[in-house]
C-alpha cells in the first residue's frame, strides 16, 4: 500500500511538471480588434483623482465668475491643502488636479503677467500660493507620483510643441523673406510690358479686320462684275431673239443649224 501510494505520488509530481512546462510553451493569442495603446494603459492606471476647483466664486457663493471680483475676496480660512491631500488619499485618489486660473482670470499663484492674483489679495499679504501649497503636500506623500510623471512627460509633450513652433516660426520668415524677393521682382519688371501686349493683340485684331475688309470688298466688286457679265448675256440673249423674229434672219439661222447638224 505504501509502494502504491508513492508510486501514485510520484506519477502525480510528473503529471504536474509536464503540465506546468506544456504551459510555459504555449503561445499567447494574438491581439484581435482595436488594442489600447500604451499611453491608454497609463491613463487608466491614474484610475481616480481629485479635481479642485477654488477661486473668488467659492466666496461669492455662485457657480460662475465674471472676472469682477475683486482680488481681495479670496479670503480662505482654516486653509489646510495638507489635510486636502490626506482626504484624497484616504478615498484612495492617486492624483489631483487645481484648477489654477479659471476663465475668469484669477491666478491661484502670484503671476507676473497679471495683477488680477492672490498677490494682489490681501490673504496673507499678497504672499499666497495655493499652486505651490498644494503641490508641495502632494509631493510628500504618494499620492502624485505618478501624477507628476504624468506631468513631466506632458511637459516633455509641451517642449516638443514649442520647439515644433520655434521651426514653424523659422519657416514662416524664410517663406516670407522669399516673398518678398518674388515681390521685388514682379515690381522691378516692365510696366508697360502689359500694355505692349494688349497693343499687339490689337493690332492684329486690327490687321485681321482689314484682312477680311478687303477680302469682302473684292468678293463685291467680282460679284458686281459678274453679275453685269450676266447682264450683258442676258442683252443679247433678248437682242438674238428679237432678230430672229425677223423672217429672213430665220430662215438664215435655220440653215446654219441644219448645216451645223450635217457637218
Known amino acids: ?45 491614474t484610475e481616480y483623482y481629485a479635481f479642485v476647483h477654488f477661486t473668488t466664486t467659492t466666496f461669492r457663493d455662485v ?31 492617486k492624483g489631483v488636479i487645481l484648477t489654477a486660473k479659471h476663465h475668469d482670470g484669477f491666478c491661484l499663484w502670484p503671476s ?6 492672490v498677490a494682489n489679495s490681501a490673504w496673507r499679504e499678497g504672499k499666497g500660493d ?3 501649497d498644494l503641490a508641495k503636500e502632494a509631493q510628500k506623500g504618494d499620492i ?40 521685388k521682382r514682379i515690381a522691378s519688371m516692365d510696366e508697360n510690358a502689359i500694355s505692349r501686349l494688349r497693343d499687339k493683340k490689337d493690332a492684329e485684331i486690327k490687321e485681321l479686320q482689314e484682312q477680311l475688309g478687303k477680302a469682302k470688298s473684292e468678293a463685291v466688286h467680282s460679284g458686281k462684275k459678274a453679275y453685269s457679265e450676266h447682264q450683258r448675256a442676258e442683252n443679247a440673249e433678248s437682242q438674238v431673239r428679237e432678230m430672229l423674229d425677223i423672217p429672213e434672219i430665220k430662215k438664215i439661222w435655220d440653215c446654219i443649224q441644219q448645216n451645223k447638224k450635217a457637218f
Open 144 to 183: 502624485l507620483k505618478q501624477g507628476k510623471a504624468l506631468y513631466n512627460k506632458a511637459m516633455q509633450n509641451v517642449r516638443a510643441i514649442i520647439e515644433q513652433n520655434k521651426q514653424l516660426i523659422k519657416e514662416k520668415g524664410r517663406l516670407t523673406e522669399e516673398n518678398d524677393v518674388l515681390r
Open 63 to 93: 457657480e460662475w465668475g465674471y472676472g469682477d471680483a475683486d482680488p481681495d475676496e479670496f479670503q480662505p480660512t482654516n486653509y489646510n491643502p495638507g489635510q486636502w491631500v490626506e482626504v484624497m488619499k484616504a478615498a484612495g485618489m
Open 1 to 45: 500500500m505504501r509502494k502504491a501510494m508513492e508510486k501514485f505520488k510520484f506519477l502525480f509530481v510528473v503529471l504536474i511538471v509536464g503540465c506546468l512546462s506544456a504551459c510555459q510553451n504555449v503561445t499567447p493569442p494574438a491581439a484581435y480588434g482595436p488594442t489600447p495603446s500604451a499611453r491608454q494603459l497609463e491613463w487608466h492606471e
Open 112 to 117: 507676473k503677467l497679471t495683477d488680477y492674483s
Open 130 to 132: 495655493v499652486v505651490g
